[in-house]
C-alpha cells in the first residue's frame, strides 16, 4: 500500500508537535507565522488519519500512526461529483449591491459570476469590503468590474479526488473552489460552473468516513 502524501505545511506541524507537544493550535500557528483558521484543515487532516492526537484543554500530541487506513483510501476513491454544491450565480451586470444581498441571504462567502450562462469569474467578501473601503458606487457599478475574472481562479472539475480539492483549499488558502463544466463553442473553450466545494463539504466527508471506521 502506497503512504500518505503530507504537503510541505503538514510536515513542518508534524515536526513542531513532535519538538513541543503537547502544544496548541494557537501555539503551531504563531511558529509558522499564520493564523489558526489557515490551519484548521491541516490539523483537521492530520488528526483523522492517525498523525496527531487532539486533547481538549492539552493540544496537540505525536501519535506517529502513518497509515494508509480504510479512511484514506475512501477519501481518495471520493471524487468532487459526490459532494460538490449548488453554487450562488450572478450575472456580470448584476450591480455589487445586489450581489452583496445575494452573499448575506444565501450565507456563503463567495458568488461565481457568468456571462450568458458561461463562467466568468468570483467575487469575494473580501472584494466587496475592498469596494465599500474604495468608495464606488454599489448601486451603479456591475460585479464584474470588481471580480477576479477566469483564468486566475483556482477550479476543480467533477472528476477530481476530493483530496485533490481539499489541498487546493489548502495550498491557496481560499474558502471554496468552483467545479467547472468545459464545454466547446464555435471552437472556443468555454466553461459552466456547475458546483461548488468548501471547505464545510470536505470536513463533512471528513466526520462521515470516521464515524465510519
Partial sequence: ????????????????????????????ARKLKLTRATLRPDLAILTMVGMLDARPKVGYLY??????????????SLKVADIKSVPIVVEE???????????????????YVTSNGYFTGVVSRKDFLKSAIGGIDVNKIPVAV???????????????SILDA???IIEHEIDSVPVIEEVNEDDMKL???IGK?????????????????
Avoid at 450591480?95 to 458568488?111: C, P, R, S
Fill in 1 to 28: 500500500m502506497r503512504t500518505i502524501q503530507f504537503t510541505d505545511r503538514q510536515e513542518k506541524i508534524i515536526n513542531i508537535v513532535k519538538d513541543n507537544q503537547p502544544i496548541t493550535g494557537e501555539e503551531i
Fill in 63 to 76: 501519535s506517529g500512526k502513518e497509515i494508509e487506513s480504510i479512511f484514506a483510501q475512501q477519501l481518495k
Fill in 93 to 111: 451586470q448584476t450591480t455589487v449591491y445586489d450581489a452583496i444581498v445575494t452573499m448575506f441571504l444565501e450565507n456563503v462567502g463567495t458568488i
Fill in 146 to 160: 470588481i471580480m477576479t475574472r477566469m483564468p486566475n481562479i483556482i477550479t476543480v472539475t467533477s472528476e477530481e
Fill in 166 to 168: 481539499a489541498t487546493k
Fill in 191 to 193: 466553461y459552466k460552473v
Fill in 197 to 213: 466545494i468548501s471547505k464545510t463539504n470536505i470536513v463533512r466527508v471528513f466526520v462521515d468516513l470516521c464515524k465510519n471506521i
